[in-house]
C-alpha cells in the first residue's frame, strides 16, 4: 500500500493512465487484480479495534474501501489533477452524492438549465424537497450569471459542453462568480471527459464523472466519480457515502481501471472522426443547424476551443421536417445504432426529444433547442468512412 503518489503525478498523463496507482498483490500479477470482495479480516481484536478508530489505516468493509476500487480512485485523480476521488455505481450517485453530501436545508443553488435529465430532477424536484433552494437559468448567458450570484450560494452545477444541444459555459468566468457568492462549483464533465477539458485548471471545486460513457467506452458497465480537493472529499464526501452506500462494485472499477489505460487513445479517435463527420454534415442539404464546439459554425466555437482541446465526440443535428423525417433517417441507418447511450465504442443516435428529454415542457424543449428534427450522435471507434456512408445513404430519400 505504499505508492509514492507524489512522484506518480510528474508522470505524463499516458503513463498515470496505464500505470497509476497500481498496487500488486504478493503474487507480482501483471495486471492489475479484482478483488471481489465485501470484507476484511483481522490478525487480531487489537487489529480490528485500531482500523475501527483509524489509527491503522487499511481496508474495513467495501462499502468505503477496496482494492481495485481505490486503484480507479488514485488513478482517475492523477490523470484529472485532483487530490482526490471518489467512486460510486453510476454518474448519477456521482451527481447526487456530490451536491447532496454539500447542501443542506435552507443552502441556495444556482444550475444551467441545460442539464442531463437526470441531474435536473436532482436539482429541480429532489433537492428542494429537503429544503434546498434552485434557480435554473441559461448558462451560455453570463448575465444571468451574475444576476443569479448577486445573491449568497452555496453550489453552483453545470455541465459544459451539454447534452444534448452542445452548449458551452464560460467555465473561468462563472467560477469567479460562484465564489464571490460563496458557492462551489461543481462540474459535470462527461462531454469533454478528462482529456479534453480540466475544469479544475478554469477554478471548479469538483468534477464528476459518469464513468459509464467514455471511461469503459465499450458499452460494459455503469460507474462514476467524484473529485475534489482532500478536505471535500475526505471530511464532506466521504462521510456522506460511507453512511448511504453507493459503493461501485469491485468488478467494475476493474473494467473501469482497464478503461483509463485506453482512455485518450479512443477520445483522440471519437474526435477525430466526429470532426469529419461534422464537416461532411455541415455541407449536405436538408440539414438545419448542425452544432460540433470544433466548428466554426458552431455559436460559442472560440469560448469552447479556449476550455476544451477537441470538439468533442458527439455532433448533434436538426433535420428539416421534424419529428416524421428525424424518425425515418434513424430507421434507415444500418451500422448507427438507435441508443440513448454515448462514449461507445460503437456510433449511436438518438431523438431527444421522444427519448432523453421526453419529460421536458415543450418550452423547456424549445429552450434548449430540442425540436423534433433534433437528433444526438455519438461517434464511435468504426471506420470513418464507413460511418459516412452509412449517414449518407439514410439521409438520401
Ligand atoms: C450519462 C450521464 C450522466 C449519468 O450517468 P450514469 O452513469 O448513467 O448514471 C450524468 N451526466 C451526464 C452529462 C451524462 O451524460
Known sequence: MTIDYESQRNWDPQTQAVRGATVRSQFDETNEAIFLNSGYVYKSAEEAEGAFNQDIDRFVYSRFGNPTVTMFEQRLALIEG?????????????????????????????????????????????????????EL??????EEWERALSKPANAVFLESPSNPGLEIIDIPAVCELAHNA?????????????????????????VIYSATKHIDGQGRCLGGAVLGT???????????????????SPFNAWVLLKGLETLSLRVDRHCNSAMSIATH?????????????ELESHPQHDLAMRQMTRGGTVVAFELEGGKERAFAFLNKLRIIDISNNLGDAKSLICHPATTTHQKLSDEDKERVGIRPGFVRLSVGLESE???????DQALAN
Open 82 to 134: 485532483a487530490d482526490q476521488c471518489k467512486a460510486m455505481g453510476s454518474g448519477m450517485a456521482a451527481v447526487f452524492a456530490a451536491l447532496a453530501s454539500h447542501l443542506s436545508a435552507g443552502d441556495r443553488l444556482v444550475a444551467s438549465r441545460a442539464l442531463f435529465g437526470s441531474c435536473q430532477y436532482i436539482c429541480e424536484d429532489l433537492l428542494p424537497r429537503f429544503g434546498v433552494t434552485t
Open 137 to 142: 437559468i441559461d448558462g451560455r448567458n453570463l
Open 182 to 206: 460563496g458557492a462551489l462549483v461543481f462540474v459535470d464533465n462527461v462531454f469533454a471527459t478528462p482529456e479534453l477539458q480540466k475544469p479544475l485548471e478554469f477554478g471548479a471545486d469538483v
Open 230 to 248: 482532500q478536505s471535500f472529499i475526505e471530511d464532506v464526501v466521504t462521510p456522506f457515502i460511507r453512511h448511504t452506500g453507493p459503493a461501485l
Open 281 to 293: 454534415l455541415s455541407k449536405k442539404s436538408g440539414i438545419n443547424r448542425l452544432l460540433y464546439p
Open 385 to 391: 468512412d464507413d460511418l459516412i456512408a452509412d449517414l
